[in-house]
Nanobody, 125 residues
């Protein structure tokens, strides 16, 4: 089992920045990828960014390219999402997820077995 704890959400004005953190614990030696997803009210869950734990493969959704950056600290078993130039449409609950599948960085939500509790990000206009 892998436990994921997110932090860093909050309320920010449009154009502002936030950094989300997700700390993993438990059987992390089996973890091959971590990702951030988000879900806004009435919308489907969207994959925002992902990173492989070995090899450094990275994915960013087109909607956030150039504004969001995913990174990891392997020593701390932590993944980050730096969010800049935030827009009201970025408002959502952001979830951290972990996968034991080597190709999960480039795969949908179904490839991720472990999920955090979610953290709210609200961007005011």
């Amino acid at each position: 089992q892998v436990q994921l704890v997110e932090s860093g959400g909050g309320l920010v004005q449009a154009g502002g920045s936030l950094r989300l953190s997700c700390a993993a614990s438990g059987r992390t030696f089996n973890m091959y990828a971590m990702a951030w997803f988000r879900q806004a009210p009435g919308k489907e869950r969207e994959k925002v960014a992902a990173i492989s734990w070995f090899g450094g493969n990275i994915y960013h959704a087109d909607s956030v390219k150039g504004r969001f950056t995913i990174s990891r600290d392997s020593a701390k078993n932590t993944v980050y999402l730096q969010m800049n130039s935030l827009k009201p449409e970025d408002t959502a609950v952001y979830y951290c997820a972990a996968s034991m599948y080597t190709g999960a960085w480039n795969a949908p939500a179904s490839a991720y077995a472990y999920w955090g509790q979610g953290t709210q990000v609200t961007v005011s206009s």
